[in-house]
């Protein structure tokens, strides 16, 4: 989640291909210095998207049955952030730099000579391991950095979040993407528990797809984003 190896910005060609209805296309993924393979860590429950599909005269359809919360944790999620985006630059989740705390954006919030190691024992524990390096005797190294929490509600509610599902959905209309939000699937953008339709939400973050009248629910689905884990699992030290 850190590694202290690498000091410099290293450029992953080819990693993460795109996907649409309409294009397909290769990115490139940059690392941070000092940046490791993961960031985060979120162990949260599941969720199934159930659809009602009046059109076709079956009612209510399971579309999805393992549906995880995505960068947006709504309840119930044990957190922990080794480092932000470069996006967000405040000081609170700046990371280290040039041996200072909170002084760059989309850096670790790791001290710089430390490396950070995680592992699952399984599907519910998360294990981590802190390893300092070049610690002089009588200095001092902080492991204060895990950023560990467990979310129980968002608050104050979920108005600036109801936000975001509002403009993903009006992208999967102007995409004509399968399962647009519609009054048959509770999506009332409001705060009231039974309006949520929080997995159609992380359904159509994960997912985007076309028309095809062969495949069983009337859509081909995707995912919108593959990773090559080869290419971003690479941990090479250049020279």
Known sequence: MADARFRGVRRIRDAVTRRSPTVKNDRD????????????????????????????????????????????????????????????????????????????????????????????????????????????????????HHGLAYAVDIWPGTRGMNGVRRALNVLAFSLDEPFAASPANLLDFDDSDEAYGWALFYFQIRFTGVRDAAAPLGWRVFERLDFDREKRMLVRVDS
Request: negative net charge; glycine residues 6%; aromatic residues 10%.
């Open 29 to 144: 993924i940059y690392r941070f210095p000092h940046q490791g393979q993961f960031d985060s860590v979120h162990l949260a429950p599941r969720m199934r998207l159930v659809m009602d599909l009046p059109a076709d005269g079956r009612g209510e359809v399971v579309v999805a049955d393992d549906l995880a919360m995505v960068f947006l944790c709504l309840h119930d999620c044990c957190h922990m952030h080794v480092r932000w985006s470069a996006l967000f630059d405040e000081t609170p989740i700046n990371g280290w730099k040039d041996g200072m705390p909170n002084a760059a954006a989309g850096v670790p919030a790791v001290p710089e000579n430390q490396t950070v190691f995680a592992s699952f024992p399984n599907e519910h524990t998360l294990r981590y391991r802190a390893v300092a390096e070049h610690v002089a005797a009588g200095d001092l190294s902080i492991f204060c």
